[in-house]
């Protein structure tokens, strides 16, 4: 009998969802320095960012230049993650999640919901995001 290769440890597991609230933390905090920690920077033209409504954004700078023009347009926003999944396979991470959002955007509702995948590569810097895709939640369904 072939013996199966052990899963993603707790630690492994741990790291990937610290980066992945890293994020939410960063966007909260209005720090540009902070986000650009928690994206991709070794393959910087396979970063893809998706926000609710946009088309895609690709390539790592203009990424950080969405979100700097989101940042500096949003006075105040909060997030509650719900239904967080986090898939560890090697050096590739998946984590989906829904954004309960609390914010003065005027492109969004006061409280809106938006359901997140997020995709993190393991590289020599650690774990690092590689593509956010957000959805709205139409309707409050869920």
């Not at 597991?13 to 070794?42: I, K, P, Q, T």
Request: hydrophobic share 45%.
């Amino acid at each position: 009998m072939t013996a199966q290769p052990a899963g993603p440890g707790p630690a492994e597991v741990a790291a990937v969802e610290a980066v992945n609230s890293e994020l939410y933390e960063a966007f909260e905090a209005g720090d540009l320095d902070r986000m650009a920690a928690v994206w991709d920077d070794e393959r910087p033209g396979e970063v893809v960012c998706i926000h609710p409504g946009w088309d895609a954004v690709r390539g790592r700078d203009r990424v950080l230049r969405s979100w700097a023009a989101i940042m500096a347009n949003t006075a105040f926003v909060q997030f509650v993650l719900t239904d967080v999944q986090t898939s560890v396979l090697a050096d590739i991470a998946v984590v989906t999640c829904v954004e309960n959002i609390v914010t003065t955007m005027e492109e969004l509702d006061s409280n809106a919901r938006i359901v997140t995948t997020n995709l993190f590569h393991r590289g020599v810097s650690g774990w690092r995001l590689r593509l956010h895709h957000g959805s709205p939640v139409l309707g409050g369904k869920g």
